[in-house]
């Protein structure tokens, strides 16, 4: 598959199911020569999932208002972020004390 979305999502898949467990557990790629699928085992419950569009530039200094708007608490619940580092949560991205594109949401 090809593509720069597509390998933006089957990085974020690939990422929640790596580092992020409880989550989503084995994914398929499915390539129907079109625009392709991702069949995902879904582990644990998902309440909310979204995708911010545009991905809008987030610094350092402003995740924690992007994580009030869009998370219903603190304590659980990820926002991805694409960095220069990768892919990441918004808790490693405030480890690394970077900032990046949202990509999206999760609780």
Not at 10 to 22: A, D, E, K, N, Q
Not at 46 to 57: A, E, L, M, Q, Y
Request: some cysteine.
């Amino acid at each position: 598959m090809k593509g720069g979305t597509c390998a933006v999502i089957i990085s974020f898949t690939r990422y929640t199911s790596r580092t992020l467990v409880g989550y989503i557990g084995e994914f398929t790629i499915v390539d129907d020569h079109r625009s392709g699928k991702i069949v995902v085992e879904l582990i644990g419950r998902i309440n909310k999932c979204g995708v911010i569009s545009p991905r809008f530039d987030v610094p350092y200094y402003d995740i924690e208002s992007w994580i009030v708007n869009l998370l219903p608490s603190r304590q659980f619940g990820h926002i991805v972020l694409t960095t220069t580092f990768g892919i990441m949560d918004h808790d490693e991205a405030r480890r690394k004390r970077t900032g990046g594109k949202i990509l999206g949401f999760f609780y």
